[in-house]
């Protein structure tokens, strides 16, 4: 039995596997045996009938081990009788295997008699076909062995990796055999499953870990990097399913450490958010029993898991996990290194998930001003935490901060990134939800669709970012009037959401709420209630019940309930949310602001209309002070206001305020929106609200 060896390493690796399960092999057929001999005759015409049987009986008439024999003998032009010989004595020394489901002796056996000629006359090719052999039977491309680092794997084949004739010699040498194909086209070499199967079971366990060893060392080699950028996602592709097969996790390299690392911001980029929590649970589980609790590779690893596990809406989790790694990294590096303020800001993210918008907005401006301080502001973690903090902005009502924030982070990731790249689309998305929660609801319509069109086209339909994309846009047709575009859009989005990512996805629930506002709009009252009653328990549950979140999901339930008639249960949940929203976020923010009004509406409902004047009169008066008196929310609160006015008898002051509100309508949402036809119904402003992404 034949093996090489390369140099022997004074390091020892765990040879478990932790990658994805192999495929269940599939049996192989066999042919007639006419038809083994047309193909034996085919390849070599001046074999005899006689012959070609006698050796499709020893090869069991199995395809691979015909067409193996017959490129074989074409190829060295061995005799047929000198050639049965080998294939004989390779049959009993494989004799032991031929209890494996995936292993079929014959074709092991003329594999063997190649392997051991290919042996003898270029040991590194067979090393190079020892190091694929750890790799998927997928193509491999050509590029990871055209441009290595000095990999130290052994003085041959460092050699061979350094030269382009001895390497393509070796390659050349690999195919004439028949233990692969090369395409030229594609430039890639691919082995087959069995072949892959052969050469490992005729390895040594030491040789078996040195030539996984070296796989490992060869797809770091060509790691792309930058795993965001489109640009990329070919060469990631490619190298998926080998850095999977290899159990790259396993190795000590830090380059190849490194690239598990990026094989799962790929993952997430690509948009496929469970097989990033997959994989990034497997990295850090592995290098947990490797590495040292503070090693700089394990926590990076850690911190995209938890990133993953956030936007799936395991909160609780990511928290723990970022919180554990920014006091290691504070310990290990310091207050201004990069590791520790990316740190920083995934823990200002959970602060915001939590509903502590103020704490989230403390700590990501801390992390951007010692970013910008020390990187600048167009380096690519600058403009991460710039994004991070115009996000937690947002949600402490901040709109105009907001606003200005993400218009400067955009210039410079568009600049830095490109326009289509991930991150800059996600800011762009960002940014025209300060636009639309800034008050200009027809620009941020507007915008939204040439950003969806771009982001769908870049990205494709179900990206996560094109599904965010499209929910910001459904809410921005139904708050520019285009109420029947908004509630196809949004359900569409919905649907997507639940089927990809799980209906408790915080994405999911947030467009479910945003779809009970449109079937609402749209005067299906009964599925609206239902829809917001679901949406309202799964916050609940999801977050907790004083969230804001869940606090915005009980004032959009009490509107329906209050069309619906049920005035007590609307005031109590209304009542509820603005005394929770008062306490956690003040009076002044926008969206106690927002329950203010509603909850004024249901003193209206029950013919309170001093109490409703009261509230609105306090309502407006802050809302004019926060958000313009020209703000749509404002204008609600005004319209709503003369209602009460005409209530208590004040008519004249009522109507004069109705005329000015509806004249204010007009100019700032247009002539023909639905807010206008239903102030002049005399139907009192419903302020829902529209949970932005967490």
Not at 317 to 322: D, F, H, S
Not at 341 to 346: F, G, K
Not at 369 to 391: C, K, M, Q, W
Not at 664 to 681: F, S
């Amino acid at each position: 039995m034949f093996r090489t060896t390369a140099r022997a390493r004074s390091s020892s690796r765990p040879a478990t596997r932790t990658g994805p399960t192999s495929p269940t092999p599939i049996k192989i057929g066999v042919f007639e045996r006419a038809e083994s001999i047309a193909l034996l005759l085919k390849r070599n015409p001046e074999m005899s009938v006689e012959d070609a049987g006698r050796l499709a009986e020893v090869l069991d008439d199995l395809p691979l081990a015909i067409g193996q024999a017959a490129s074989w003998l074409a190829t060295t032009e061995m005799p047929v009788a000198q050639y049965m010989n080998l294939l004989t004595r390779k049959r009993r020394e494989l004799g032991e295997l031929a209890h494996r489901e995936d292993y079929e002796v014959a074709v092991a056996a003329a594999w063997t008699v190649a392997l051991e000629r290919l042996d003898q006359e270029n040991p590194v090719a067979l090393q190079l076909l020892q190091a694929c052999s750890f790799m998927a039977p997928e193509p491999i491309s050509l590029e990871l062995f055209l441009t290595p680092r000095n990999f130290n794997i052994s003085p041959e084949m460092d050699a061979t990796l350094q030269n382009p004739s001895r390497l393509n010699l070796a390659f050349r040498q690999i195919e004439r055999y028949g233990l692969a194909r090369t395409d030229y086209r594609e430039q890639t070499i691919q082995l087959h499953r069995l072949v892959r199967n052969v050469v490992i079971d005729q390895l040594s366990a030491d040789d078996q870990e040195e030539m996984r060893h070296a796989a490992h060392l060869l797809l770091a080699g060509g790691n792309p990097g930058n795993a965001g950028g489109a640009a990329q996602w070919p060469r990631f592709h490619a190298l998926l399913p080998h850095v999977f097969a290899s159990n790259i996790i396993d190795c000590e390299d830090e380059w190849a450490r490194q690239l598990a690392i990026d094989i799962v911001g790929f993952l997430f980029f690509l948009g496929d958010q469970r097989g990033c929590r997959e994989y990034a649970l497997k990295v850090v589980d592995r290098w947990r029993t490797m590495l040292a609790p503070e090693d700089p590779q394990i926590l990076k690893a850690a911190r995209w898991l938890a990133f993953v596990e956030r936007q799936l809406g395991n909160f609780a989790a990511a928290a723990a996990i970022n919180a554990d790694c920014l006091e290691k990294l504070r310990a290990s590096v310091g207050h201004d290194d990069e590791e520790t303020l990316d740190a920083m800001i995934l823990v200002a993210d959970d602060r915001r998930a939590a509903g502590d918008f103020a704490g989230a907005v403390r700590l990501g401006s801390e992390a951007y001003e010692i970013s910008n301080r020390v990187f600048g502001p167009d380096y690519p973690h600058t403009l991460t935490t710039a994004h991070s903090l115009g996000a937690s902005l947002r949600a402490a009502g901040d709109f105009r901060t907001a606003l200005q924030q993400d218009m400067d982070t955009v210039r410079r990731r568009v600049a830095v990134l490109g326009p289509d790249h991930p991150l800059s689309l996600l800011t762009q998305n960002g940014l025209t939800l300060d636009l639309r929660e800034y008050g200009e609801y027809i620009e941020a319509h507007k915008q939204q669709e040439l950003l969806y069109e771009r982001t769908h086209r870049a990205l494709g339909p179900s990206h996560p970012i094109t599904l965010l994309a499209a929910r910001n846009l459904a809410v921005a047709r139904r708050r520019a009037g285009d109420q029947t575009a908004a509630r196809k859009l949004a359900k569409e989005t919905m649907d997507v959401l639940r089927t990809m990512s799980g209906e408790l996805s915080p994405e999911a629930i947030a467009c479910a709420l945003d779809y009970a506002v449109d079937l609402r709009e749209n005067d299906q009252l009964d599925d609206a209630k239902e829809l917001a009653e679901q949406t309202w328990h799964e916050y609940r549950d999801k977050l907790r019940p004083d969230h804001p979140y869940t606090l915005y999901a009980r004032t959009n339930l009490g509107i329906v309930l209050r069309l619906l008639g049920e005035a007590d249960a609307a005031r109590d949940h209304d009542s509820a949310a603005y005394a929770g929203l008062r306490e956690s976020l003040g009076p002044d923010h926008v969206l106690t602001l927002t329950c203010a009004t509603n909850l004024a509406s249901d003193l209206a409902a029950a013919g309170d209309h001093a109490a409703a004047l009261d509230l609105d009169a306090d309502t407006m008066t802050r809302s004019e002070r926060m958000l313009g008196p020209e703000h749509p929310s404002t204008l609600a609160c005004s319209l709503n206001y003369a209602f009460d006015l005409i209530g208590v008898g004040r008519a004249e002051e009522g109507n004069q305020r109705f005329n000015a509100v509806v004249d204010a309508y007009r100019r700032v949402l247009g002539r023909e929106h639905p807010a206008i036809a239903a102030a002049l119904a005399g139907e009192r402003a419903n302020c829902d609200v529209d949970p932005m992404p967490l």
